[in-house]
């Protein structure tokens, strides 16, 4: 039988050459697109790591000193840390330092105000500007805008102990654990884990307050949304994954990636309860902003 010779197929009327040319330029403007995105998500990945590391060194050395009367040990936990402007989520993985306190009878809320009144009493550097007390933790503002946030903790039979989510009793954890996974994740997937989380908690904070995730549920979710994701690298598209797959993962209770507690979003309730039906579809509606959106809309998400 004879053959055509030839290796591909080509456009056979007009219609067809007019279709080749449209699909041409929506694939030429969708990488114009990407491209103009990443490029939004990087300069944002810059400013959020813009910090100096000395002057960080040196607050968290005054903060230690203020402590001093409380006999504390201050752990410095400054992977994926919250000292970068606007980049502060409530959550164990976005605290700089756990502040382990010899009080293990106290309870949270009592810690917490122990915390904050020592520091409004001794930190007298001078570009503090705000010290508050939440649930779990106590936060410095500083005049630059940046944020330390403090986590009282206890030793509780040979363990680390932080307050519950409601702040009304203690849990344990294993903070440095929870770290080594994360490194683990991120260096399987070229290091790119940690600015897609950070990026994630950048653009979750525009979902209503009853939608949020805090940050240790974002990072617990990116361990398993990228544990052995195979798709692009690129920022834009590993975003996009990690909110597609948050918006199924928190239809059930999402468990403590150290192995410390039943679930980390007890809040929630059980699976597929009406307030995880909410933040899933509010996650499904941010999703669809990021996989359609402009360079403009990014900028819009990460306050620019």
């Known amino acids: 039988m004879g053959g055509s010779g030839g290796g591909g197929k080509y456009p056979s ?16 403007r969708q990488q114009q697109r990407d491209v103009a995105v990443n490029e939004v998500l990087s300069e944002a990945q810059r400013r959020f790591n ?7 060194r040196d607050r968290l050395e005054a903060i230690q000193e203020a402590l001093g009367p409380l006999g504390v040990d201050v752990d410095r936990l400054l992977f994926g840390g919250s000292v970068a402007k606007h980049t502060y989520v409530d959550g164990l993985s976005d605290v700089d330092a756990l502040v382990v306190i010899d009080a293990a009878d106290a309870s949270p809320d009592r810690l ?44 509780r039979d040979g363990r680390t102990s932080i307050a519950s989510e409601d702040g009304r009793s203690w849990r344990q954890i294993r ?55 195979d798709g692009r690298r690129d920022r834009a ?10 918006q199924q993962a928190v239809l059930r209770p999402t468990g403590d990636i150290t192995g410390q507690s039943v679930q980390i979003d007890q809040h929630l309730g059980p699976a597929s309860s009406e307030a ?29």
């Open 237 to 246: 598209s590993m975003l996009v994954h990690l909110i597609r797959h948050a």
């Open 50 to 56: 813009d910090r100096d590391v000395e002057l960080t």
């Open 112 to 155: 917490v105000e122990r915390l904050r009144t020592s520091l409004s009493q001794r930190l007298t550097t001078g570009d503090v500007a705000d010290i508050s007390a939440g649930t779990l933790a106590v936060t410095v503002r500083y005049s630059d805008g940046t944020e330390v946030q403090l986590l009282p903790a206890v030793e």
């Open 276 to 304: 995880r039906q909410n933040v899933s579809a509010a996650l499904g509606r941010m999703a669809s902003q990021l996989a359609d959106g402009s360079a403009d809309d990014y900028r819009r998400l990460l306050n620019d």
């Open 13 to 28: 009327s007009a219609e067809d050459v007019q279709a080749v040319r449209e699909e041409a330029l929506r694939n030429v």
């Open 175 to 229: 903070p440095h654990k929870f770290a080594e996974k994360i490194t683990q994740v991120n260096q399987a997937n070229g290091q790119q884990v940690v600015p897609t989380i950070k990026l994630a908690k950048a653009v979750l904070r525009n979902l209503p307050e009853a939608q949020q995730l805090s940050g240790y549920h974002v990072e617990a979710i990116a361990v398993d949304a990228f544990r052995s994701y």
